[in-house]
């Protein structure tokens, strides 16, 4: 079998290694970029997608990367604690949940997929630009190498579009749909070296109906109160006349220019605009999403990851769904007899799932609990059993969890996704 895979991102890395332990050979890898970098800010990896890449041999690689998360905490404004729940094996997952940046686990995925499949699997330079389905069933996948000025055509059995939310490959089964829809938010995201807070393993969401930041470590310190790499996010709602010509994650932006716009979220236990003032990069992005598709799969190509399901950064979703994504499609492409066969039923399984976690991140998903608390307590409450009823915050959060298959007793009990025996194999 011939795999020809859009995009190196987490998404079409994982599908490589999975494919690779499933026993499905011919796979090659083609990300546009002329060199794969460790780009981008922080990551919260949940523990069913930890548990895929436990199964693929990496989990202990990526300790050394990273820092289990032990709890989330959602706050208001003024810092008041409205819920906080554990996190990972704290919350009686058999894995941990991981905050990591998003270059460091790209490295790891890219450096196993070189030692794996072999060195020339990743091919950079190579954006795929188009394609046309044969009569044998297969696909003719188009290819640009934008540094040389090179176009070439790849046979291929099947096409997985895992190129992002600008997908290529989405845009030629749906060259109609045009660009992401904007909600009208900003979003500043970074990284900084500064101190632990609270516990050292805490993720924190604190803010109103109008603003919010995110803030959490991605390592230990190396000494006592020695300083660690945190990330941080900021969002608000857009000045009337801001336009975004396109969505970009590294469009770089010097944190003077918002900070004042977060100025006052600084609690006794964490000061966000001296976070933000230390930055060691910062960048800002407009909260965009994809709509749903009614199908991502076209004989033999379908979407992956960000290409078919693309949706706001709520509850830790858009890595984790990808890295599921991909090992039910190699699963699928171990068991089935024919690529478009299991192309479908990859699809059938999935799209249902992510058409929903879709809609719950538009509603903001788990965050909707400091929409509530500034709604019915704008200026702070003594006590938040005031402000909300019995169980009402513990079944926000196990909805979402229910929602997306990732509350303990689906994630802990479930088969494996893994289609063939073997280290991080199908079983």
Not at 14 to 43: D, F, M, N, Q, W
Not at 208 to 225: F, H, K, Q, T
Not at 357 to 366: E, K
Request: with cysteine; glycine share 10%; proline share 7%.
């Amino acid at each position: 079998m011939s795999i020809v895979i859009a995009g190196g991102g987490i998404g079409g890395l994982t599908t490589a290694l999975s494919l690779h332990a499933a026993g499905v050979g011919g796979v090659r890898v083609l990300e546009a970029v002329p060199e794969i970098k460790p780009l981008g800010v922080g990551l919260n990896i949940l523990p069913n997608a930890v548990r895929e890449l436990a199964e693929l041999d990496l989990l202990d690689e990526l300790l050394e990367v990273s820092l289990p998360t032990g709890s989330l905490g959602f706050h208001n404004r003024h810092g008041q604690l409205i819920w906080r729940e554990p996190r990972g094996e704290a919350a009686g997952y058999r894995w941990p949940q991981l905050s990591i940046h998003r270059g460091r686990l790209q490295a790891v995925l890219a450096d196993a997929v070189r030692r794996r499949l072999g060195p020339d699997v990743i091919v950079t330079d190579a954006r795929v630009e188009g394609f046309t389905p044969r009569e044998d069933g297969g696909v003719d996948v188009r290819v640009r190498h934008p540094a040389s000025g090179r176009h070439s055509e790849v046979a291929a059995d099947a096409l997985i579009g895992a190129d992002g939310i600008h997908s290529k490959v989405r845009a030629c089964l749906y060259p109609e749909e045009g660009p992401p829809p904007w909600n009208g938010l900003v979003v500043w995201r970074g990284t900084a070296m500064a101190p632990p807070f609270l516990d050292g393993r805490s993720m924190i969401i604190a803010g109103d109906d109008r603003r919010r930041a995110v803030v959490y470590p991605m390592s230990a310190a190396e000494e006592p109160g020695g300083p660690v790499l945190m990330n941080w996010a900021v969002a608000r709602t857009a000045e009337a006349d801001t336009v975004f010509e396109e969505a970009d994650w590294n469009r770089a932006v010097a944190p003077e220019t918002f900070l004042h716009h977060f100025a006052d979220l600084a609690f006794d236990w964490l000061d966000v605009p001296a976070l933000i003032r230390t930055a060691r990069d910062a960048y800002v992005y407009p909260m965009v999403d994809r709509d749903p598709l009614p199908r991502w799969t076209h004989g033999p190509v379908t979407l992956l990851g960000d290409a078919a399901h693309a949706m706001y950064p709520m509850g830790s979703n858009g890595a984790t769904q990808s890295i599921v994504d991909a090992r039910v499609l190699a699963r699928e492409l171990a068991c089935r007899e024919s690529p478009a066969a299991a192309l479908a039923s990859y699809e059938a399984e999935r799209l249902p799932v992510l058409t929903g976690i879709q809609a719950s991140a538009r509603r903001r998903g788990p965050e909707v609990v400091i929409d509530l608390a500034h709604e019915r307590a704008p200026g702070g409450f003594g006590d938040v059993a005031e402000i909300f009823g019995d169980g009402e915050l513990e079944s926000i959060s196990a909805e979402f969890a229910r929602l997306g298959g990732f509350d303990p007793e689906t994630v802990n009990t479930r088969p494996s996704l893994a289609a063939t025996t073997g280290a991080g194999g199908v079983r």
